[in-house]
């Protein structure tokens, strides 16, 4: 198959139009896992602060229970 000029020009617009998009678009994906990933670790902290919390103020015994079984694991 003989491909012109104005053919492998047209191509080649295309195939760059194509890989500049899917480089912007790979680059919009980059910033959303980061964003997602910065807002998954503010959850994560917020959950662990507030289960610490839950745990120390509304389950005193529970604490102190899961306490003595830490102790009995470790030694």
């Given amino acids: 198959m003989n491909v012109t000029p104005k053919q492998f ?3 080649l617009r295309r195939v760059i139009k194509d890989e500049t998009g899917h480089l912007a678009t790979k ?10 990933d910065g807002l998954a670790q503010k ?3 917020y959950l662990n602060k507030e289960w610490n919390t839950h745990l120390h103020d509304a389950h005193p015994r529970l604490e102190n229970r899961l306490s003595r079984i830490e102790r009995k694991l470790i030694t």
């Fill in 27 to 36: 680059g919009q994906v980059d910033d959303l896992t980061t964003s997602v």
């Fill in 9 to 11: 020009e047209q191509t």
């Fill in 43 to 45: 959850v994560d902290s």
